[in-house]
């Protein structure tokens, strides 16, 4: 049973939220103490985290930034803020989705789901990829470019790993949206494109340019 943690201040709504989840099978833990968030996620060890905003004494994004710290637990922030800069904010703190409310709690369970299976299985095999200077650390979802170790977001390394597995092959963003999220239905097109222009930054600072291409209305590739 994969405990998820709720941090969210308006109290019906999390309420309502763990009401539904438990019903799922979830082990829900509610967080009250918004002075303690990040010692009640080490306290607590979830496997996924829903994350509100607009938060008491520090903001959502701060709490984000501090468990990315330390953690890559899958985390979905849950928001009434519907703006494209919120999400990319978001995406760029390290969260893994982005549901705006009010929102349907099938969907809901629908994206913690996906993440839960990929999170936690989706490297069951152990197998290892390296292709033109980055090896694919599957063990702790990172890369090694040049001798340094980058760490990866869970949507980053997934992309990546299905880029690289199929290296030489032009992907639609389609087919990477059902590949990272099972139905393309649940997920803002701009949370593909955010990720994928994070993964660029990322293997270009560590030194190799243009490992993921641009193929204009077809998808992407790595050569």
């Not at 849950?78 to 893994?96: K, V």
């Not at 709690?105 to 993440?115: E, F, Q, R, S, T």
């Not at 980053?156 to 999220?181: C, N, P, T, V």
């Amino acid at each position: 049973m994969a405990k998820i943690m709720i941090v969210e201040d308006e109290a019906v709504i999390r309420q309502l939220i763990g009401e539904e989840l438990t019903k799922w099978k979830f082990d829900v833990f509610q967080v009250t103490d918004f002075n303690q968030v990040f010692d009640e996620f080490e306290q607590a060890a979830p496997q996924l985290v829903l994350l509100d905003i607009n938060l008491p004494v520090y903001d959502g994004y701060y709490w984000c930034q501090k468990i990315r710290e330390v953690s890559k637990v899958p985390i979905i922030f849950i928001s009434s803020r519907n703006t494209n800069m919120d999400q990319i904010m978001a995406m760029n703190m390290g969260a893994d989705d982005y549901i705006t409310k009010p929102f349907q709690v099938d969907i809901l369970v629908a994206k913690i789901n996906a993440l839960l299976r990929r999170s936690y299985n989706y490297a069951e095999s152990g197998e290892e990829l390296e292709h033109n200077g980055i090896s694919l650390n599957i063990d702790n979802s990172s890369m090694t470019i040049n001798g340094e170790v980058v760490d990866l977001s869970k949507n980053e390394y997934r992309l990546l790993f299905i880029l690289m597995k199929q290296h030489g092959k032009i992907l639609s963003r389609d087919k990477l949206l059902r590949a990272l999220w099972d139905d393309e239905r649940f997920v803002d097109d701009n949370t593909l494109t955010v990720n994928i222009n994070r993964l660029r930054r990322k293997i270009e600072q560590a030194g190799i340019d243009d490992y993921i291409q641009t193929k204009v209305g077809q998808g992407y590739i790595v050569p």
